[in-house]
Nanobody, 132 residues
Framework: RVQLVESGGGEVQAGGSIRLSCTSS?????????MGWSPQAPGKEREGVAA???????DYGTSVKGRFTVSRDNAKNTLYLQMNSLKPEDTGMYFC?????????????????????????WGQGTQVTVAS
């Protein structure tokens, strides 16, 4: 069983920056999972904003390209999301997600951005609030 724990959320002014972290445990090999970030705003469905595969290839949602950067440290079993130029619409509960990765099959990273529900594992989330 894979367990995911997010941290780093908080309240930030518009235009500011924040960095989220997610640590994983219980999996056989951290590099064999695609990892992603999926926020959920109040009253809205979950969306995928960023994901990274075991070879560190990334994909981003259109709304965050050029502002967010996703990265991972496999040695530390840790996923990061650097969030810059924050906007009020970025507000939400940010969930760390994971899905088994097999590069011979479909593009899991892209799928996690288009439809974050493809991920099998979810953390409890960390709240990010962006105020004007």
């Amino acid at each position: 069983r894979v367990q995911l724990v997010e941290s780093g959320g908080g309240e930030v002014q518009a235009g500011g920056s924040i960095r989220l972290s997610c640590t994983s445990s219980g999996g056989d090999n951290h590099s064999r999972y695609c990892m992603g970030w999926s926020p959920q705003a109040p009253g809205k469905e979950r969306e995928g904003v960023a994901a990274v595969d075991g070879d560190c290839s990334t994909d981003y949602g259109t709304s965050v390209k050029g502002r967010f950067t996703v990265s991972r440290d496999n040695a530390k079993n840790t996923l990061y999301l650097q969030m810059n130029s924050l906007k009020p619409e970025d507000t939400g509960m940010y969930f760390c997600t994971a899905e088994s990765w097999n590069p011979s099959e479909y593009d899991v990273v892209h799928a996690m951005v288009v439809n974050p529900n493809v991920a099998a594992y979810w953390g409890q989330g960390t709240q990010v609030t962006v105020a004007s």
